[in-house]
């Protein structure tokens, strides 16, 4: 059966998301940001491999 392990993506070291200023202020005087997520893990942080484990013969 296989079992499920989750290891940090190495792509973004599980730092998945990061948020970007974009310098504009918006109406309430806060700061527009846009959040950006790892394509690689699609912003989870990190990645799951499929491992195999033979039991028996």
Request: with cysteine.
């Amino acid at each position: 059966m296989p079992q499920s392990t989750s290891t940090p993506c190495r792509d973004c070291d599980g730092f998945a998301t990061a948020t970007i200023t974009t310098g504009a202020r918006t109406s309430d005087g806060t700061r527009a940001t846009i959040p950006v997520h790892c394509p690689a893990c699609e912003g989870l942080g990190r990645s799951t491999t499929a491992v195999l484990v033979r039991v028996g013969k």
